[in-house]
Structures are given as structure tokens and as C-alpha cells.
């Protein structure tokens, strides 16, 4: 809608990144598109801050072509629009797509910035399976283990050689649905984990302060990917996995809103909107709302 409009530095890029295929149920592939098409998008579109760039997908099958090889394609091409946007001088924002896109996104950070980065992984899942571990296939489910540098060698190495990310700046925030391997992985690679008990117990806003003093020491820079699924159900249900409880999509906004005022934050991405599920748009107003917390930055 907006792309041919002239941005000038300094303003928030969207980036569609329109792919299923790292997941079972592939309808997150409709979701970048869904977004752009929603009233919730609409409303804000106006907003002399953000301009939507361009929406990127999978090439389509060819002989034989596996799904991986697909999604590495797409990663690879993620990745340099992102660092584009940030050699422009621009604010990138991924919208997905399942959360295999994670690997472009980020790698293109890594890219742009010359050195590992690090991340606030917030998800009601840990992703942090390898090909060997997985017991899905499913390659949503192994983007931060790649990023971090293990997994399907076709999947790494898209940004810097090795791992794109700082473990030690690294933090997963909101988990409750995880296999034990994954675990393992990310104790085994100093990554922190901050489960979805512990904020219970120790109160989100505690439990936020901490993740972002971990990530923000990254001196490179640090992002944020968001996956919805994070989220309860009962405020975000257009997601691919859903999972119970989850956090209160109140302090997901404030916690966006506060972390936007971090002069170290580079990008930022929302992954895993599945409008099959969605209930009367209330997902995609969420994911507006989450966009407006970035403004005014
Ligand atoms: N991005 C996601 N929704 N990931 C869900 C992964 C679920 C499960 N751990 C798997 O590996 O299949």
C-alpha cells in the first residue's frame, strides 16, 4: 500500500516475511498479508513513522525441493532486506510468518552490525531444537538453536560465520511448552531461561527488568522477537500454536513501550499470526497495538 512512499531515516520498516513452512499447520504463510489487508492496519498506516516495505515469500517448489531448503532461500533474502533497512538507517519490523523467519531476521541484524547481537526471545515456546532433537520436524521449532549456531547447515551462517547471537545476551521470556533437549540446549549455551512459572511467582515486571538489563549489555545492539503465542490465547487466538495461560497482552504492550526508549534496541519482529484463528480481528488489533507501542521512539 505504502511502498512507494518516500521514508526518510529514522522510520519504522515493515517487512512481511509470508511463510508457513517451518510449521505443520503452514496458515501462518497467510498472515503478513492478512495484517496488511486488516482495519486494525488501516488505522494506522497513516502514521508518518511507519511505512510498509515489502512482503517477501518462499520460492515456490521446484523438482524435489525440500521445505527447508525453501525457508533457507526466504531467510537469506530476509536477511539482507533487514540489513538494508538498517544500512538506510531505518527501524526494521518483521511481521511473520511462522517463527522460522526468525533466522533471516536476525542473521541480517548480525549482517548489518558486524558482530552478534543480543535477543529477548518472548514465547510460550523454547524453539531451541536441533534435527537431531526435534521430534515434530518442524522447523519453527529449532530457530533459536540456529541462530545460535547448531542445526541443518543450510539454515546458518546466513549473516555472520557461527552464531549471530550472544548467548550471554540472550534471554527467552514466557515459556511453558517445551521439550527437555531444548532445554538442555539452551543451559548448555548460557542462554537464560525465564519460564512462565517464575513470572508467575516473581511478578512480569521483575521478571522484564531483568531480561533487558541481560540484553541490552550486548554491545552491538539487541532485538526483540515477539511470538504471539507468548500471549494468552484468550487475548491473541489467531496464532499457529497456541498454548493456555500466557501472559497478559497489557504488559506485552507496556513492556514493548518501555524497551522502544532503549537506545540499544535494532529491530524488532512479530511472528506466528495465524488469521485462520483469529476471532473478529482482535489478534490483528493486538498486533496494532504492539506497533503503536514502538511509536515515538
Ligand atoms: N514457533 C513455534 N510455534 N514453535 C512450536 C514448537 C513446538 C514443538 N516444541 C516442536 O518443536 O514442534
Not at 515489502?54 to 533487514?82: H, K, M, N, S, W
Not at 549473516?159 to 511448552?177: E, I, N
Request: aromatic share 6%; glycine share 12%.
Amino acid at each position: 500500500m505504502n511502498a512507494d512512499r518516500h521514508q526518510g531515516p529514522g522510520g519504522i520498516r515493515i517487512i512481511g516475511a509470508a511463510s508457513g513452512l517451518g510449521a505443520q499447520d503452514r496458515a501462518c504463510a497467510d498472515g503478513p498479508v492478512a495484517f496488511h489487508h486488516s482495519q486494525a492496519w488501516h488505522e494506522l498506516a497513516r502514521h508518518p513513522q511507519l511505512d510498509w516495505g515489502r512482503t517477501l515469500y518462499a520460492p515456490p517448489p521446484a523438482g524435489g525441493q525440500a521445505p527447508v531448503q525453501r525457508i533457507a532461500a526466504l531467510c537469506r533474502q530476509l536477511a539482507d532486506e533487514v540489513a538494508q533497512t538498517l544500512k538506510a538507517g531505518n527501524f526494521p519490523l518483521v511481521i511473520g510468518g511462522d517463527h522460522s523467519v526468525a533466522i533471516g531476521t536476525w542473521s541480517g541484524v548480525a549482517a548489518a552490525l558486524g558482530a552478534p547481537l543480543g535477543l529477548l526471545w518472548i514465547d510460550a515456546h523454547l524453539d531451541s531444537h536441533t534435527p537431531e532433537s526435534t521430534y515434530s520436524g518442524a522447523i519453527h521449532g529449532m530457530p533459536l538453536a540456529c541462530l545460535l549456531g547448531q542445526g541443518d547447515k543450510r539454515l546458518l551462517g546466513l549473516g555472520l560465520k557461527g552464531a549471530q547471537l550472544s548467548p550471554a545476551h540472550t534471554v527467552v521470556l514466557g515459556a511453558r511448552s517445551y521439550e527437555p533437549e531444548e532445554f538442555d540446549f539452551l543451559a548448555r549455551a548460557g542462554v537464560r531461561v525465564i519460564m512462565a512459572e517464575a513470572i508467575e511467582s516473581r511478578g512480569f515486571a521483575a521478571c522484564l527488568d531483568e531480561a533487558v538489563a541481560l540484553v541490552r549489555g550486548a554491545p552491538a545492539g539487541f532485538g526483540v522477537t515477539l511470538d504471539l503465542d507468548a500471549i494468552d490465547p484468550r487475548l491473541a487466538p489467531g496464532v499457529g500454536s497456541p498454548e493456555p495461560d500466557g501472559l497478559m497482552a497489557s504488559d506485552v504492550q507496556t513492556a514493548l513501550h518501555w524497551i522502544a526508549t532503549q537506545p540499544g534496541l535494532r529491530a524488532m519482529e512479530i511472528v506466528e499470526y495465524n488469521p485462520d484463528r483469529d476471532r473478529h480481528g482482535s489478534t490483528a488489533r493486538l498486533i496494532s497495538n504492539l506497533i503503536g507501542a514502538l511509536l515515538g521512539r
